[in-house]
């Protein structure tokens, strides 16, 4: 970690502190970002933390700015107390349901978010795997490392591919479930979306078109989920929706576990009537034994889609955009709005 990385300390900034795990902050920090921030703010030593503990609590008096990540304690009115200049968090994650109490908004102080910059790995993952699904490269794989035979009868077996003109069906119009559609754009699919609170304008613009979530289900080729896990969305593809599929069809879930009714979905691969590639379970992380590992069809993947390594730095820059904005006394952009947290992840 670089927490000693020098920087002009000449004239006074406002005093910030990062509250995160050591691991986060490494891969989020590299040099030059530590020189980017140390020119915006002050950092007493030490720069980082992980937890809430009476010393730290005592060194909020003067703190303007907390940058937070995977690994913040929450943000509850104990913080909030011993903060009375805070006025900005800057979070390098995405969503910030389960870090910044309700005490927080009602004070006025700015939340922002790396969702934008996170949805950038997850709609790229999306794309990879649906284009690799379409041509139905895993199977023809498996089939050749079964087979050793690059010509075989095996083939025969395999669905034709949808690599042009398939039918890509997105649930949820979200970060990801936008920019997945507009990745899309040039692979000649039909691509269909489904949400609620998505309009016909704003779908068509990203080069799709907006249908029922029942009709998209029987429609689709191929269907990738993108909606936040809410009250209103478990199991959102329950049993008879995902019985609903065509056969050949494969289900790509990049967002919550909970989302899809894993039962059905298990017997349904078992059929040899659905392919599923799965980023994240319900429950996660998934016991040993559950029969997801062993389902024949189901590629399970252990949450990479969203940003890892180098892919995270764009958080960072995110965070320390906000930052900037805020010290420079202008609107930051992607402050989380309070009202539409009952819509998003």
């Not at 794309?127 to 895993?138: N, S």
């Not at 199991?235 to 989302?259: D, S």
């Not at 992607?334 to 539409?340: A, E, G, I, T």
């Amino acid at each position: 970690m670089a927490d000693d990385v020098d920087g002009d300390t000449s004239h006074a900034h406002p005093k910030a502190l990062l509250v995160m795990s050591e691991r986060t902050c490494g891969d989020l920090f590299d040099g030059a970002r530590w020189r980017r921030l140390r020119a915006l703010v002050d950092l007493d030593e030490p720069a980082r933390v992980d937890v809430f503990d009476d010393e730290v609590l005592a060194r909020l008096d003067s703190v303007e700015f907390l940058i937070t990540g995977w690994g913040t304690p929450v943000l509850d009115s104990t913080v909030l107390r011993a903060a009375p200049r805070l006025r900005g968090v800057l979070h390098t994650g995405g969503s910030v349901k389960s870090l910044v109490t309700e005490h927080f908004w009602d004070r006025g102080i700015i939340v922002t978010s790396a969702a934008e910059a996170n949805a950038i790995p997850v709609a790229e993952f999306t794309l990879a795997t649906i284009l690799m699904e379409a041509k139905r490269v895993p199977v023809y794989a498996a089939g050749y490392a079964s087979t050793r035979d690059v010509a075989g009868s095996w083939r025969d077996d395999i669905a034709p591919s949808v690599t042009f003109g398939g039918v890509v069906g997105l649930v949820g119009f979200s970060r990801v479930g936008r920019r997945v559609a507009e990745l899309l754009r040039p692979f000649g699919f039909d691509v269909v979306v489904a949400d609620p609170y998505a309009t016909p304008e704003d779908v068509h613009a990203a080069g799709a078109r907006l249908i029922d979530l029942d009709d998209l289900m029987p429609l689709s080729d191929i269907v990738s989920i993108h909606a936040p896990e809410l009250p209103s969305t478990l199991n959102l593809l329950n049993a008879r929706r995902i019985g609903a599929m065509r056969p050949g069809a494969v289900l790509i879930n990049t967002a919550r576990g909970a989302l899809v009714d894993t039962e059905a979905l298990i017997e349904r691969c078992r059929l040899g009537r659905l392919r599923a590639v799965l980023d994240v379970t319900d429950p996660e992380p998934l016991p040993a034994d559950s029969p997801l590992f062993d389902a024949p069809g189901v590629v399970l993947t252990p949450h990479i889609a969203g940003a890892m390594h180098r892919e995270t730095l764009r958080l960072a820059d995110s965070a320390l955009d906000g930052l900037e904005a805020l010290v420079r006394g202008s609107a930051p952009r992607h402050v989380v709005d309070r009202s539409l947290l009952g819509l998003s992840a």
